[in-house]
C-alpha cells in the first residue's frame, strides 16, 4: 500500500535554483512591433531579396523599358523573319520580323499594369466592401453577402471573356475592370471574415467602454487587425491576374492588335511552334518570372504575419 | 442535414438569378448596339441580324427580353450559334468529350496532388517538401496555354509520342496529355493547400491524443490527419472549378479537341458573340450547381457543418 | 544534479517502482538556438501511487509528461536522463514499441477538451479505435466495451450518444469521453495533463472524484500535471514542484504544502488562494486610519455588513433576454440574468461568483452600458444608468472602467503599450502629445512597470505583464469604479497574487470601487468585502464575505466551496 512506503523528501540545494522576480519585464530585447517583427523575419530570409530583386527589376521594364533595349518592338523586316541572334539583338526575331528582346521587354508593362490594377481595384472595393459588412453586420451584412454572392457565382476569367468578347473597347482599363468585377468578393469574403474576428476581440469591447466611436475603432483597431489576410491574398491575385491577361491576350480578346503583350507572342508562337520552339520560351519565361515572384512573395509575406507558421518554419 | 441541403438550394435560387440576370446585363445592357458588339468587326449580313434581334427581343424591355431568355433556359432552349444550330445540339455533342476531360483532370490532380502534398506535408522541411514546393510554384506561375503549347512540343513535335491535335472522337487515351495540361495549376494548388493542412493537422491537439491512445502512425495518418486534411481541399475544389472551365477552354482550343471549352474557343477567336455567351452562360449554371454538390460534400466531411445552427 | 539522482531513490522500499524517472533532460530547437526545457528532473512513482507535478507555465511539468510518452514537438527530444517503466526506458524505444505501450499500458488524459477530440469523427468511433488498437475486442464486444468505458467515466447516457460528434459535447463531457479513452485499455499509468482546468469547479470535483475511484478500482497509477497546488494536494500522495525546467522540491504532498522548504515553492504555497486565504491587506496606509492596517480592515468590515451612506452602485431586479435563434425561424428566449439585486458601498470589492453560465459576465457588460438591460433599473451615484442620456455616456465611460478575462486579447496587438494606455486620454480630450507621454509613464509606474514598457508591443510581454496594463489604461481616466471581469483568471499563481496585490493598493490609494466578477472562491476570498453568488442566471446567496464562507446558508454555495480543490488545507501552517 502506498501510506506504508516512507518518500523522501527532496529540496533543490537553493543556489542551483534562485528565483527570479516575478514577471518582470525582458529589457534585453529591443522593443519591435507586429510589422516590425514580420519585416525582421523577412529581412532574414534570401527568398525575400530574390523577390524583390526581380519586381523591381519587372518594374523597370514597365516604367523605362529603354534602360533595356533601344530597338522598336513594333518595327518589323521581314527580311529577318525567323532569324536567329545577331548583333544587338540577342534572342532574334520572330516571324513578322520583330525584334524579340525588345518585344520581351516592351510587353511586361501591358501585363504588369492590367495585374497591378485589377488587384488594386478589387482589394479596393472587396476590402471596403467586406469590412464594412462585416462590421456593421444586420442587414446591411446580409444584402452586400449575397449580392457577392452572385458575382462569385461567375468564375472571373469567365465572365471576362464573355464581356471581353462583346465589348468594343479594349485596353488596359478595361481589361482591369473587367477582372475587378468579378474578383471582388474574394477579397470582401476574406476581409469579411478578418473583421468578423477582430470585431470581437476584447481590445474593441475595452475601447467601446472608454467610449471610442465606433467609426474611429473600425479604422484605428479593427481594420488594422484584420489586413493581414488581405495583403497575402493581394500579392497572390496579382500574379493571377497577369495570368488573366495573358489567356485573355493569348484568346485575341485582350488588347487590341496594336499593343505589345506577352500573352499575344505567346499565341503566335503556336504557328511557329514546330520551326522555332524558343519564340514560346522567352515570353513564357518572361510571363512565370513575374508571376512566380509576386507568388514567392505571398508566401513570404504570409509566413512573416503568421507567427505560428513561423515558429513551425 | 436535410435543413442544410434546403437551405443551400434556397440560396441557391437568387444567386442563380442574379448571376444570369449579370450575365445578360453586361452583354445586352451595354451602351451601343448589342448585335454591332456580339460580333466585333466582322458584321454579319442585316438579314442574320434582324433574326438575332428576333430571337433575343432587342425591341423589347432589357428585363423583359431577359426574363424571356430565362425562360427558354427551362425549357432547354439555350439559344442557337452563329451557323443556325441549336446550343443545346451542340452542348449534347460536346459535353461527353469535355466530360471525359474533366474526370481525367478532376482524377490527376485529385489523386496525386494530396499524395504528393500528404507526402510533403508529412516530411515538412526535406529534400522531398522541398521538390514538391518548387515544382508546384513553377506549375502555377506558367499559365495553362504555356503548359499546353510546351507538352504539345515535347510530347506531340519533338518526341512524336502523341498527336498534336485529338481526333474528334477524342478517346480517353488521347485526352491523357492535355487533362495533365488542364490540370497542371490546380493540381500544384491542391499539392500546397494538402501539404499545408497537413502539416498544420499534424500539430493539432486531437492528433497528439490518437497518437496518445495507441494508435499505429498509419492509422493516425489516414485516420486523423489526411481525414481532415481533405476538408479544406474539398472548399478548393469547388472555387477551382471555375478555373478549370477557363482551363478546358485552353486546353480544348490548343489540342483541338471538340468538346464545350473548344467550341467556346473557336467562338471567341472568331468572334461569334451569340454562341459564347449562351456557352459562358451554360457554364456558369454548371459552376453553380457543381458549387452546391461541393457544399454538400463538405457538409458529409465535416460534421461541424452539418450541426451548426 | 548528480547528487540529487540519489536522494531520490528510496532507500525502503521493497518493490521496483512502476515508473523511475532520473535526471531527464529535454531540449528544444529554436529560431534562437537550443533551449533546455526540461533539466535533471528525477521521481519514483509506484504501482497504485498518485503522484502530482504542480508547476507555472513554463515550468517544464507538461513537457515533461509528454516526453514519457514519447509525444513532444518536432523540435523537441530527450537530450538526457532516462525514464524507466516497468524495466523498459521510455526515452529509448523504437516507434513500433511505443505505440505498444501507449494506450495500453500508459494512458493519457489531455489538457483541453475542446480540441483534443477529432471534431469530424463520432465519440463512438474515437473511443472503439482506442479498443481495437489495444485489446483484442472487436465489432460487437468493442462497441459494448465501449458503451462500459463510457459509463465509467460518468455518461451515463453512453449507449444514446455513441453516434454523435464531439461538438454536441458540452466541455465537461468532452473531457469525461476522454478519460474514458485513456482508461480503456486499463493501463498501468495514467498520464493527466490538467484534465479539468478547463472546467467549472462542481465539474471538476465530480470528474476527479469519478477518475479517483475508476484508478483505485484497478489499481492504476496517476500522473497528475497541474498549476493547482490544492487540486495536488488532493488527489496525490506524492508532489513533485517544478520551476523553470527543475525539481525544486518532491515528496509527501501534505508535508510539502504544510511545510514548503525551497523559496519558491514558500512563494507558491503563500500565494495560492485557498478557503484559508486571507484578504490581501495594501500596504499603502490608508488615509482613513492612524491606527494598524488590520484595525482598518476590520473597521471597513464592519462598515459592509451594515452600510450607512448611499451605495455608490445599486442594481435592482435586472433581468436580461436573449433571443435565441433556433434554426429556421423558431427562436427561444434566454434569460442570462434574472431579477439580480445587489448594492455596493464606494470604495469596497463586491465580488460576483458563479460557473459558467451563471449570468456573472452578463451582470458586467449591462453595467458597462454594452448591452441593454431588459428589465429593472441599475443606478450609479443616483443616477439611472440604463437612462444615462447619449451625450453624457463620455462621462459615465470616463468614472466606470472595465478590465477583462484574456491577457492576450485585451491589447490591440498592432499599436504599442504606449498608444492603448494613452487612448482613453485621446478618446475624451485630455491633455496634449506630451502630457499624455508623462501620464502614460506614471500610469505605468503605478502598475510596477518600466516605463519605457510604453515603447513595446503586447507580443512581448507576459500575460501578467498585459493585465497590468489593461488595468493601467483603466486607470488612465481616473475612474471611480473598475468591472474586473475574471481579471486575474488566466494568470499564474504568483502573477495573479502580484496583480491582486496591486488592485488592493490602487483600491487603497484611490478609494476605487470595485465590481470583481470571478469563478475562484479563493480569490474571492483574497479580494472581496461582499460576495453575490449566482447560478443560471438568478442569486443564489448575497453576503459579506466572512459570512458566505463561513457560514453559507444556501446548499449551491457549501457545493461551491467543498468543491474548491485542496479547500480543507491549511498551507503552510508549520512553518
Known sequence: MPSNRHIERYVAPIDETPVAGVDAVDTSQKASSVWGDAWKDMRKR??????????????????????????????????????????????????????????????????????????????????????????????????????????????????????????????????????????????????????????????????????????????????????????????????????????????????????????????????????????????SAALAVTVLSFLLLGDVVRDALDPKARSRR | MLWYIGRRLLQLIPVFFGATLLIYLMVFAMPGDPIAALFGDRQPSPEIIAQLRAQYNLDKPVIVQYLIWIGGLFRGDFGTTYSGQPVSAVMAQAFPITARLAVLALLFEGVAGIAIGLVAGLRKGKIFDNTALVVSLLLISVPTFVTGFVLQYLFGIKWGIISTTVSGAAPWGELIVPAIVLASVSFANILRLTRASVAENMGADFVRTATAKGLKRGRVIRVHILRNSLIPVVTYLGTDLGALMVGAIVTEGIFNIHGVGGTVYQAVIKGEGPTVVAFVAVMVIIFMLANLLVDLLYAVLDPRIRYAK | MKESTNVNIDPNAQEIPLLQVRDLQITFKTVNGEVNAVRGVSFDLYQGENLAIVGESGSGKSTTATAILDLLAENGRVSGGSALFNGKDLTKLSRKEM?????????????????????????????????????????????????????????????????????????????????????????????????????????????????????????????????????????????????????????????????????????????????????????????????????????????????????????????????????????????????????????????????????????????????????????????????????????????????????????????????????????????????????????????????????????????????????????????????????????????????????????????????????????????????????????????????????????????????????????????
Request: charged share 20%; with cysteine.
Open chain 3, 99 to 575: 505505440e505498444h505501450i501507449r494506450g495500453r499500458e500508459i494512458g493519457y488524459v489531455p489538457q483541453d477538451p475542446m480540441s483534443n477530440l477529432n471534431p469530424v469523427w463520432n465519440v463512438g468511433f474515437q473511443v472503439k479505435e482506442t479498443i481495437e488498437a489495444n485489446t483484442e475486442l472487436r465489432g460487437k464486444d468493442a462497441k459494448a466495451r465501449v458503451i462500459e468505458v463510457l459509463k465509467e467515466a460518468g455518461l451515463s447516457d453512453a449507449g444514446s450518444r455513441l453516434r454523435q460528434y464531439p461538438n454536441q459535447f458540452s466541455g465537461g463531457m468532452r473531457q469525461r469521453v476522454l478519460i474514458g479513452i485513456g482508461m480503456s485499455a486499463r493501463p498501468k499509468l495514467l498520464v493527466a495533463d490538467e484534465p479539468t482546468s478547463a472546467l467549472d469547479v462542481t465539474v471538476q470535483r465530480r470528474i476527479l472524484d469519478h477518475l479517483g475511484t475508476l484508478t483505485r478500482e484497478h489499481g492504476t497509477s496517476v500522473m497528475f500535471i497541474t498549476h493547482d497546488l490544492g487540486l495536488a494536494a488532493e488527489r496525490a500522495e506524492k508532489l513533485v514542484v517544478m520551476y523553470k525546467g527543475q525539481v525544486v522540491e518532491y515528496g509527501d504532498s501534505k508535508e510539502i504544502l504544510a511545510d514548503p522548504k525551497h523559496p519558491y515553492t514558500k512563494r507558491l504555497v503563500a500565494a495560492a488562494p485557498s478557503l484559508a486565504s486571507r484578504r490581501i491587506q495594501s500596504a499603502v496606509e490608508s488615509k482613513a486610519t492612524a491606527g494598524t492596517v488590520g484595525d482598518a480592515v476590520a473597521v471597513a468590515r464592519d462598515q459592509a455588513a451594515v452600510p450607512t451612506e448611499a451605495p455608490l452602485i445599486s442594481v435592482d431586479n435586472v433581468t436580461k433576454i436573449y433571443d435565441i435563434s433556433q434554426g429556421g425561424f423558431k427562436k427561444t428566449q434566454f434569460k442570462a440574468a434574472d431579477n439580480v439585486s445587489f448594492k455596493i458601498a464606494k470604495g469596497k470589492t463586491m465580488a460576483i461568483v458563479g460557473e459558467s453560465g451563471s449570468g456573472k459576465s452578463t451582470i458586467a457588460k449591462l453595467f458597462l452600458k454594452l448591452e441593454d438591460i431588459s428589465s429593472g433599473t441599475m443606478t450609479f451615484d443616483g443616477r439611472d444608468v440604463g437612462s444615462w442620456p447619449k451625450r453624457e455616456l463620455l462621462e459615465f465611460r470616463r468614472r466606470v472602467q472595465p478590465v477583462f478575462q484574456d491577457p492576450y486579447g485585451t491589447l490591440d496587438p498592432m499599436r504599442s503599450i504606449g498608444a492603448s494606455i494613452a487612448e482613453p486620454l485621446v478618446t475624451h480630450g485630455i491633455g496634449d502629445t506630451a502630457s499624455n507621454r508623462k501620464t502614460v509613464a506614471e500610469l505605468l509606474e503605478q502598475v510596477s512597470l518600466p516605463a519605457s514598457t510604453a515603447n513595446r508591443y503586447p507580443n512581448e510581454l507576459s500575460g501578467g505583464q498585459r493585465q497590468r496594463i489593461a488595468i493601467a489604461r483603466a486607470l488612465a481616466l481616473k475612474p471611480e469604479v473598475l468591472v474586473l471581469d475574471e481579471a486575474v483568471s488566466a494568470l499564474d499563481v504568483l502573477v495573479q497574487a502580484q496583480v491582486l496585490q496591486l488592485l488592493a493598493d490602487l483600491q487603497a490609494e484611490l478609494d476605487l470601487t470595485y465590481l470583481f466578477i470571478t469563478h475562484d472562491l479563493g480569490v474571492v476570498r483574497m479580494v472581496a468585502d461582499d460576495v453575490t453568488v449566482m447560478r443560471q442566471g438568478r442569486v443564489v446567496e448575497a453576503a459579506s464575505t466572512d459570512e458566505v464562507f463561513e457560514n453559507p446558508k444556501e446548499q449551491y454555495t457549501i457545493d461551491l466551496l467543498e468543491a474548491i480543490p485542496g479547500g480543507k488545507f491549511e498551507f503552510g501552517t508549520s512553518a
Open chain 1, 46 to 283: 534570401w527568398m525575400t531579396w530574390v523577390c524583390f530583386a526581380l519586381i523591381v527589376l519587372v518594374l523597370l521594364a514597365v516604367a523605362f523599358p529603354q534602360l533595356y533595349t533601344r530597338t522598336d518592338p513594333d518595327y518589323k523586316s521581314l527580311m529577318d523573319s525567323l532569324e536567329g541572334p545577331t548583333e544587338g539583338h540577342p534572342l532574334g526575331f520572330n516571324k513578322q520580323g520583330q525584334d524579340v528582346f525588345a518585344r520581351l521587354i516592351w510587353g511586361a508593362r501591358a501585363s504588369v499594369i492590367v495585374g497591378l490594377l485589377a488587384t488594386v481595384l478589387t482589394s479596393l472595393i472587396g476590402g471596403i466592401v467586406g469590412a464594412i459588412a462585416g462590421y456593421y453586420g444586420g442587414w446591411l451584412d446580409a444584402v452586400v453577402s449575397r449580392i457577392g454572392d452572385i458575382f462569385f457565382a461567375i468564375p472571373s476569367v469567365l465572365g471576362a471573356i464573355v464581356v471581353m468578347t462583346v465589348l468594343p473597347f479594349r485596353n488596359v482599363f478595361s481589361i482591369a475592370i473587367t477582372l475587378a468585377i468579378f474578383g471582388w468578393p474574394q477579397v470582401a469574403r476574406i476581409m469579411r471574415g478578418a473583421v468578423l474576428t477582430a470585431k470581437n476581440a476584447d481590445y474593441v469591447t475595452a475601447s467601446i467602454a472608454l467610449g471610442v466611436s465606433r467609426g474611429k475603432i473600425l479604422l484605428r483597431h479593427v481594420i488594422p487587425n484584420a489586413l493581414a489576410p488581405v495583403i497575402v491574398i493581394t500579392t497572390v491575385s496579382l500574379g493571377a491576374y497577369i495570368v488573366a491577361e495573358a489567356t485573355l491576350s493569348f484568346l485575341g480578346i485582350g488588347l487590341g492588335d496594336s499593343a505589345i503583350s506577352w500573352g499575344m507572342d505567346i499565341s503566335a508562337a503556336q504557328s511557329t511552334l514546330r520551326v522555332k520552339p524558343e519564340l514560346l520560351l522567352w515570353p
